[in-house]
């Protein structure tokens, strides 16, 4: 089992860009979550999503950030726009249904925006 | 909305020691879990140590245990016999269940190093 793979690890854009970052959850997960980790700081919730359903977007901001989790293919987090705000970890978990312990993290996906 | 506070921003702890890292929250729920994470510089968040809110028992993991005092809402970690692996960053995490949902609140951190 491969675990949680984001991708790219490590991606740089300019000022007004778009970033599409991607979450492939473990076999067998159904929920996919994703964070975000400002330098120095914890892990904030952004959203939390199962197959072609948003179940709680509490933590996204409310423009130019999108996120989906398509039947078929990984997870995508995109940010339309980017401004040096947005530079920070961005971090994907998943796990099974019903099964809290089964929450495993991805690697993150670091976003620098120029 | 929970929150959950790490009042030590950095730690240090010589080889072989034994060093406790506190965690307090806020929370009007009776039921939720709570969990330390280990977060090394490759960034990876790896789950150290976790605890349900409804068991007494204090949780321990080989050279990790927890300190859980449910009325005083504190759950802080003891790290047992530092080993310099240990250096990392620390984070504690509340977790609520709403249905099937299972989205964690993170605190601050704190920065253990581990000296020789």
């Known amino acids: 089992n491969a675990g949680v793979m984001q991708n790219p690890r490590h991606l740089v854009r300019r000022r007004g860009q778009e970033a599409r970052l991607r979450c492939s959850p473990m076999?067998?997960?159904?929920?996919v979550y994703w964070y975000r980790q400002l330098p120095e700081e914890g892990l904030k919730f952004m959203v939390y999503?199962?197959?072609?359903?948003?179940?709680?977007e509490s933590g996204m901001p409310k423009e130019r950030f999108s996120a989906e989790f398509p039947k078929e293919g990984p997870s995508i987090l995109r940010i339309q726009q980017v401004v040096r705000g947005d530079s920070a970890a961005y971090f994907c978990a998943s796990s099974p249904e019903w099964d809290i312990y089964g929450y495993t993290f991805g690697s993150g996906t670091r976003l620098t925006v120029v | 909305a929970q929150t959950v506070t790490q009042s030590q921003p950095e730690m240090s702890v010589q080889e072989a020691e034994t060093v406790t890292l506190s965690c307090t929250y806020d929370t009007s729920e009776s039921n939720y879990y709570l969990f330390w994470y280990k977060q090394p510089p490759s960034r990876q968040m790896i789950l150290v140590i976790r605890q349900e809110a409804y068991k007494q028992q204090n949780a321990t993991e080989n050279r990790f245990s927890v300190n859980f005092q449910k009325a005083a809402k504190s759950f802080s970690l003891k790290i047992s016999d530092s080993q310099l692996g240990d250096t990392a960053m620390y984070f504690c995490a509340f977790m609520k269940l709403i249905g099937t949902a299972s989205k964690l609140t993170f605190g601050t951190g704190t920065r253990l190093q581990v000296t020789l």
């Open positions: 076999k067998g997960h159904s929920h």
């Open positions: 999503l199962q197959k072609e359903n948003i179940i709680d």
